[in-house]
Nanobody, 122 residues
Framework: VQLQASGGGSVQDGSSLRLSCAAS????????VGWFRQSPGKEREFVAA????????YYVDSVEGRFIISRDNDENKVYLQMNSLRPDDTAVYYC????????????????WGQGTLVTVSS
C-alpha cells in the first residue's frame, strides 16, 4: 500500500488542524494505520493508531483527549483531527500502515508515507 499524508501547516497555540492520509490499493481496508511524529533531534514517536475496521483506537498519553483518529475505508483515507494544539506538538507527522502490527512502534509498521509538517507557535 502507498500512503500520502497532507494537511500540515503553521498555526497558533490552541488551534486545530486535520491531517489526512490517502492510500492507494484495494486492500487498504485490511491495514491498521498509525500516525507518528518526529521533531528535530528526537526519535520518531507514536501518536495514534486505528485498527483496520476502525473498531479500536490508540493514543499516546500526551494527545489523549485532544486528537482523534478516524478512517473512511470507502475513500481509502485515515484522518487525524488535532485540537488544542500546543507548541510541543510541532513535528513532521507521518502516516504508516501494516497488516496486524505487533506493536505501536515505528518498527512495527512497514509502509510509510512522506511527512507533513505541523508547526504550532505560541
Amino acid at each position: 500500500v502507498q500512503l500520502q499524508a497532507s494537511g500540515g501547516g503553521s498555526v497558533q497555540d490552541g488551534s486545530s488542524l486535520r491531517l489526512s492520509c490517502a492510500a492507494s490499493g484495494r486492500t487498504f481496508s485490511m491495514y491498521d494505520v498509525g500516525w507518528f511524529r518526529q521533531s528535530p533531534g528526537k526519535e520518531r514517536e507514536f501518536v495514534a493508531a486505528i485498527t483496520w475496521g476502525g473498531g479500536k483506537t490508540y493514543y499516546v498519553d500526551s494527545v489523549e483527549g485532544r486528537f482523534i483518529i478516524s478512517r473512511d475505508n470507502d475513500e481509502n483515507k485515515v484522518y487525524l483531527q488535532m485540537n488544542s494544539l500546543r507548541p510541543d506538538d510541532t513535528a513532521v507527522y507521518y502516516c504508516a500502515a501494516d497488516l496486524g502490527p505487533k506493536g505501536l512502534t515505528p518498527a512495527d509498521f512497514g509502509s510509510w508515507g512522506q511527512g507533513t509538517l505541523v508547526t504550532v507557535s505560541s
